[in-house]
């Protein structure tokens, strides 16, 4: 349900972040960044299929032929940036990333947008940590290859454990709900 209104435009599940940097990246570094991060984050390199009785995450086929990173460069910034942020992100066939660097004269801006059903907001503020990290390992050891993360919980466990709930069911208060207001 989720993906069908997402794709027919009845809402928009992606989270956006715009960075300026007042120097230019090296964008062959950055791209590989963006293609490491799904090896150190492997359902970023997923798409997702929906199956009655058996939805599941599908590891995309040629992970090496997808272009990680776009780089345009750009008269209008501003322009280019808006442009990026209305444009779709397919999530039944490609990655739940899509990266764009945009180069205005001498600065570079990183336009960064993800799928919200395999990350949250904070998911996406550790994403841009991963992704510099990544960026700046590169520039030190070109040949240098991220662990995956394969034993991270993407579940309510973390929420709940924080809240001290051990028992879901427990956690409710199963007494009617009365009418919040009502008329005269």
């Given at each position: 349900?989720?993906?069908?209104?997402?794709?027919y435009?009845?809402?928009?599940?992606?989270?956006q972040?715009v960075?300026?940097?007042?120097?230019?990246?090296?964008?062959?570094?950055?791209?590989?960044?963006?293609?490491l991060?799904?090896?150190?984050e492997?359902?970023?390199?997923?798409?997702?299929?929906?199956?009655e009785?058996?939805?599941?995450?599908?590891?995309?086929?040629?992970?090496?032929?997808?272009?990680?990173?776009r780089?345009?460069?750009?008269?209008?910034?501003?322009?280019?940036?808006?442009?990026?942020?209305l444009?779709?992100?397919?999530?039944?066939?490609?990655p739940?990333?899509?990266?764009?660097?945009?180069?205005?004269?001498?600065?570079?801006t990183?336009?960064?947008?993800?799928?919200?059903?395999c990350?949250?907001?904070?998911?996406?503020?550790?994403?841009l940590?991963?992704?510099?990290?990544?960026?700046?390992?590169?520039?030190?050891?070109?040949?240098f290859?991220?662990?995956?993360?394969?034993q991270?919980?993407?579940?309510q466990?973390?929420?709940?454990?924080?809240?001290?709930?051990?028992?879901?069911?427990?956690?409710?208060?199963?007494?009617?709900?009365?009418?919040?207001?009502?008329?005269?």
């Amino acid at each position: 349900m989720f993906n069908y209104a997402a794709c027919y435009g009845i809402s928009n599940h992606t989270l956006q972040a715009v960075i300026h940097f007042k120097d230019k990246l090296d964008e062959v570094k950055l791209a590989r960044a963006v293609r490491l991060s799904i090896d150190a984050e492997p359902v970023l390199g997923c798409f997702f299929v929906e199956r009655e009785n058996s939805p599941f995450w599908q590891l995309l086929f040629d992970p090496e032929k997808i272009s990680w990173c776009r780089l345009e460069e750009t008269k209008d910034r501003e322009d280019s940036v808006m442009k990026f942020l209305l444009e779709p992100l397919n999530t039944d066939r490609d990655p739940q990333i899509l990266a764009l660097l945009l180069r205005y004269c001498q600065e570079d801006t990183l336009c960064i947008k993800l799928n919200h059903a395999c990350c949250d907001g904070r998911s996406a503020r550790e994403y841009l940590k991963l992704l510099a990290g990544l960026y700046t390992k590169l520039c030190r050891d070109p040949s240098f290859e991220p662990e995956p993360n394969v034993q991270g919980k993407r579940d309510q466990s973390a929420v709940l454990e924080a809240r001290g709930i051990t028992e879901l069911k427990s956690s409710s208060i199963p007494e009617e709900a009365g009418p919040t207001w009502a008329f005269p």
